[in-house]
């Protein structure tokens, strides 16, 4: 006996599979985000009217430099995430859906490739 509904097994509706690994990724990467997000106002504030050249030398550290692109991804794939959920939710052409995930996924890693690329050009000088 199965609980799937008649209509649904013929039009082979159901489970995508893949929906609970969404969310534990989403959760994932809030949890994540916590203490990186806790340590870089702390470290902001810590820096609060320092020139560039303290801020820079405060990156350069790579105990600072590995959480700041930490922080990136886990900012970057939740942004993600989460607005993937609002599109499959809210854009109901297949098209249109379609097009807006693959803009939203080129934009965040765009911006993730962006934004390492910076710390690590802060980082190690140029």
């Known amino acids: 006996m199965s609980l799937q509904n008649p209509i649904g097994r013929v039009r082979g509706l159901g ?5 609970s690994e969404h969310w534990w990724a989403q959760r994932l990467t809030a949890v994540a985000l916590v203490p990186l997000t806790l340590w870089f106002i702390y ?3 810590a820096l609060a009217g320092a020139d560039y050249a303290a801020a820079k030398a405060w990156l350069a550290t790579p105990w600072n ?3 700041m692109v930490l922080l990136v991804i886990a900012t970057c794939h939740h942004m993600q995430l989460g607005l993937q959920v609002v599109v499959e939710d ?5 098209a249109s859906k379609v097009i807006t995930l693959v803009a939203i996924k ?9 934004a390492i690329f910076s710390v690590f050009k802060v980082s ?3």
Do not use: D, P, T
């Not at 489970?15 to 929906?19: E, I, L, T, Y």
């Not at 934009?107 to 962006?114: D, I, N, T």
């Open 90 to 94: 809210y854009i109901h052409g297949e």
């Open 43 to 45: 470290s902001a504030l």
């Open 106 to 114: 080129l934009g965040c890693f765009s911006l993730a490739v962006a």
């Open 65 to 67: 430099a590995v959480l």
């Open 124 to 126: 190690f000088g140029g």
């Open 15 to 19: 489970s995508a599979k893949s929906g």
